[in-house]
């Protein structure tokens, strides 16, 4: 596939993923938004990995251009998981704390 | 239309429509149930470009382990449509907004590259073949080159633990 197909997808979701966080009162809603954001720049990664290999694949199928495109989404995933632990463990105190997941009420967190 | 276009086309049609979803649904858990076939969809498209150690890790890793720890967080809390906070619709539409410029300029901006230079002019992905994204040779590199990162990212994953058992901890 033209990579553009691949770049405009991404895009479409980041925006998604914007729209979302902009829009959504909910935490947690705004944390799936972020994770949306994630995935769409893991999907940009991996397409643009192999158009790099394409080029190498046409001289010697067994190269290893672009794999550390794939490497880089791996450790994407690794941090997305640290992140989302801490992430809902906040929410959870947040929610303790406010009796709501509303993110105009983290002001009252100073208190 | 071969198989390959057709399937890219489905699976770009269902994670958009997915994405539209997690955020225009109003019951939370709704939306967890929408952005997991989101990462279904992103997966198929992993196995198309024939990334296939990153369609596996993607779904045991997302569809399978965060989605879960976000479903039981929504269960906990309890929170439904009623729980949902309301927005003010002007918020929401500048939120809207803001988000359509972004998507029009820089698609504006990729739309320039591609004409203007040959950068990304006919450059395509390869489907469905190449070594790059078994996980033999992604081990490999992993393991060699990149050990050092790989290793650190257990102290990440430590650190995460306990911060979030920290974090919350009834006090």
């Known amino acids: 596939m033209p990579i553009q197909y691949y770049i405009y997808l991404a895009l479409a979701l980041f925006s998604i993923g914007i729209i979302g966080v902009l829009t959504r009162r909910n935490a947690i809603i705004v944390f799936m938004c972020i994770e949306l954001m994630l995935n769409a720049a893991n999907l940009l990664l991996v397409a643009f990995s192999q158009m790099h290999q394409k080029i190498a694949y046409a001289a010697n199928p067994a190269a290893t251009n672009g794999i550390e495109a794939q490497l880089f989404v791996f450790f994407i995933m690794v941090v997305a998981a640290a992140e989302v632990s801490v992430g809902l463990a906040i929410i959870v105190m947040l929610y303790r704390n406010t009796r709501s997941v509303d993110i105009n009420f983290l002001n009252r967190l100073k208190n | 239309m071969n198989l390959v276009q057709i399937l890219f086309w489905f699976l770009s049609a269902l994670t ?122 992604l081990g490999k590199t992993l393991f060699t080159d990149y050990v050092i990162p790989f290793e650190i990212s257990s102290v990440l994953f430590l650190s995460a633990m306990v911060g979030a058992v920290i974090i919350g901890k009834k006090d």
């Open chain 2, 16 to 137: 958009l429509f997915s994405a539209l979803m997690v955020i225009l649904s109003k019951n939370p858990v709704h939306s967890v149930l929408w952005l997991i076939l989101v990462f279904f969809a992103i997966s198929g498209h992993y196995v198309l470009l024939n990334a296939q150690f990153l369609a596996i890790v993607n779904l045991i890793v997302y569809a399978g382990a965060i989605m879960v720890l976000f479903l039981f967080v929504i269960m906990l809390l309890n929170l439904n449509k009623e729980t949902e906070p309301k927005k003010n619709i002007w918020m929401k539409l500048a939120g809207t907004i803001a988000g359509g410029c972004f998507l029009i300029s820089v698609s504006n901006v990729i739309y320039n590259a591609q004409t203007g230079s040959a950068e990304l002019a006919n450059k395509a992905t390869l489907m469905g073949k190449g070594s790059i994204g078994l996980i033999e040779t």
